[in-house]
Structures are given as C-alpha cells and as structure tokens.
C-alpha cells in the first residue's frame, strides 16, 4: 500500500465550522432520508471542493479512506 498524503486545512474548516455553528445539520436534517452516512458525505464533497475539486468518480482515488472518516 503506497502512503498518500491530504491537505488537513479543509478537514480542520470543516470540523470547527461544525462545533462552533452545527451547520451541516441544520441545513440537511431531515434530507437524507434513512441514509445514516448523508452528512458526512456532503462533508467528504465539501472537503473536496476546498482542497483538489476532482471529479465526484475521483474522490476514492483521490483521497485516504482517513479522511473520510
């Protein structure tokens, strides 16, 4: 397995945007339906805009299963 390495700034935004304001609940809650994981899979699409911008196909190849966590 090759190591990769990922920019944290978009992870780091993204956690203290949520602490301080819980915005990604206020704005889906209740979007996702029973998908458990709807959250944080718009913070994966989120943290991709901040940092690469890759296509949505590339996002596994892009990033560590780590930072989707």
Same mark, same amino acid.
């Given at each position: 397995?090759?190591? *990769?390495? !990922?920019?944290?700034?978009?992870? &780091?935004?993204?956690?203290?945007?949520?602490?301080?304001?819980?915005?990604?609940?206020? %704005?889906?809650?209740?979007?996702?339906?029973?998908? *458990?994981? !709807?959250?944080?899979?718009?913070? &994966?699409?989120?943290?991709?805009?901040?940092?690469?911008?890759?296509?949505?196909?590339? %996002?596994?190849?892009?990033?560590?299963?780590?930072?989707?966590?």
């Amino acid at each position: 397995m090759k190591n *990769k390495t !990922f920019p944290l700034g978009g992870i &780091v935004i993204i956690d203290k945007v949520e602490k301080e304001f819980g915005l990604f609940p206020k %704005i889906f809650d209740g979007i996702g339906g029973n998908m *458990k994981d !709807f959250i944080p899979l718009v913070k &994966v699409h989120v943290n991709n805009r901040l940092t690469h911008s890759v296509a949505t196909h590339q %996002i596994l190849k892009t990033y560590p299963i780590e930072a989707m966590n």
